[in-house]
């Protein structure tokens, strides 16, 4: 399909926002061109016919598919582990995650622009690891062989020459999208390539609660802290004591610089509180990173923010680190909306970071729930506090905003749109890999 000059150029502007008020530069407007077309881009006939002919069987063994497919890709390609964190791995989140992905994009393989959204997600995480074109084909070298020794000898040439076609062609989306990222991110950034890491030095250390602690990162060039969206997340390349520590990405828990740093506040992920397995990076940021040390950071990514909202009333609800990212935003939807909560809930109090600077912003509703001195919190009483201060709950001129824990997210996401609030008015965001509410 072929894009006009106006709407490839429509799409920049609206994509740029007022991150910059100065021209795309031709190889932006490129990138962006790229994107569009391969959203739009369709596989040929002959191809689909196989694919919608097969799709049923490999959809039935997706899931086998994928927990065959990673290690695989580890044993035949180890440089990849830099990318993944494991204890997703263990859990079969990663797995999961991915399966679900390749159904979803199968169904809307000669539209991907359906699934933009979904895709975005991706690209942004991607991007915020340093994944480049080339990666994509060791995706599908493995993935294709998870599927070859799965399916057997029902793979025919032909067969899994349409899969692998389509294998490539959501690669081609997603490297399309990723180069429009990097190149806008570069644009954005002062002097700073947005496909490297860059080193920060850790100008203080705040312990917040009993188990988070605030990191305050400064360029070590002495440039300025990088622009971000409130909302959007940097990535941590460090070594450990592991053989390999994939990089972990952590909200910028504040809305704007402070002091000429950016800060990351990172909950210890304890064993008790993580299935039984200690987190690894966040356990060596909390014993080992001091003042004055010098972190490799990669610049801000990610979609979660506010910059596209124009709901008159915004409610965020989170739970234990979900916190970090209501706190960036809060303050501007405080200036811009006529009416905004906060629902958060933690374990204990002594647990619950960042508490002071949500109650400084004397919202409308500033509600704390702690789970040994409280009730868990409910949807219903949610809603009851909302009317009771006011608020439109299911109309569509209410934002909500949820962020924490998988199963916290599933349950207040489906609550809200049992009481009547639409999809379209209710965001999340996880940590790890992305779930479908």
Request: charged share 20%.
């Amino acid at each position: 399909m072929l894009l006009t000059i106006q709407a490839i150029l429509s799409y920049v502007w609206q994509s740029l926002g007022a991150a910059t008020a100065s021209k795309p530069s031709p190889k932006l407007v490129a990138a962006a061109a790229a994107r569009e077309e391969a959203l739009h881009a369709t596989l040929p006939d002959e191809t689909m016919k196989i694919i919608n002919a097969t799709v049923a069987v490999v959809a039935e063994n997706i899931q086998t598919i994928t927990k065959t497919f990673y290690p695989k890709m580890f044993a035949n390609n180890p440089e990849v582990l830099a990318f993944f964190n494991m204890a997703n791995q263990r859990s079969s989140r990663q797995p999961e995650a991915l399966a679900h992905s390749i159904v979803a994009s199968v169904t809307h393989i000669n539209n991907l622009k359906d699934i933009e959204g979904a895709l975005e997600l991706i690209a942004y995480k991607h991007c915020a690891l340093g994944v480049y074109p080339e990666h994509y084909q060791i995706v599908h070298d493995n993935f294709m062989a998870a599927v070859a020794e799965v399916l057997g000898s029902a793979v025919t040439p032909e067969i899994g020459q349409a899969w692998s076609d389509v294998v490539m062609h959501v690669a081609k989306a997603c490297i399309a999208m990723e180069a429009e990222i990097y190149e806008k991110t570069t644009a954005e950034l002062d002097n700073w390539d947005a496909k490297l890491p860059k080193p920060f030095v850790v100008a203080k250390v705040v312990k917040e609660a009993e188990d988070a602690k605030s990191f305050y990162l400064k360029p070590k060039d002495g440039t300025a802290p990088p622009t971000y969206l409130p909302g959007q997340y940097v990535t941590l390349c460090l070594k450990t004591e592991e053989p390999v520590t994939a990089p972990r990405h952590y909200t910028i828990s504040s809305a704007k610089p402070m002091d000429g740093c950016i800060r990351i506040t990172v909950k210890h992920a304890a064993a008790e509180d993580n299935s039984g397995v200690e987190g690894i990076v966040s356990s060596w940021l909390h014993a080992n990173v001091k003042q004055g040390d010098v972190l490799n950071v990669r610049p801000p990514f990610g979609p979660y923010t506010r910059k596209n909202n124009t709901w008159d009333q915004e409610v965020y609800i989170t739970a234990g680190s979900g916190v970090t990212p209501a706190i960036a935003m809060l303050p501007g939807a405080a200036k811009a909306c006529s009416k905004v909560a906060h629902f958060h809930v933690d374990r204990k109090q002594s647990r619950h970071a960042l508490s002071k600077e949500s109650k400084a912003l004397n919202l409308a509703v500033c509600k704390f729930v702690y789970d040994d001195e409280h009730p868990r919190l409910t949807v219903g009483q949610m809603l009851k506090d909302l009317k009771a201060a006011g608020f439109d709950m299911v109309g569509s001129a209410t934002g909500y905003h949820i962020t924490g824990p998988a199963g916290f997210v599933r349950a207040m996401a489906k609550g809200l749109k049992a009481e009547g609030v639409d999809a379209s008015c209710v965001r999340h965001e996880v940590y790890g890999p992305a779930i479908d509410v």
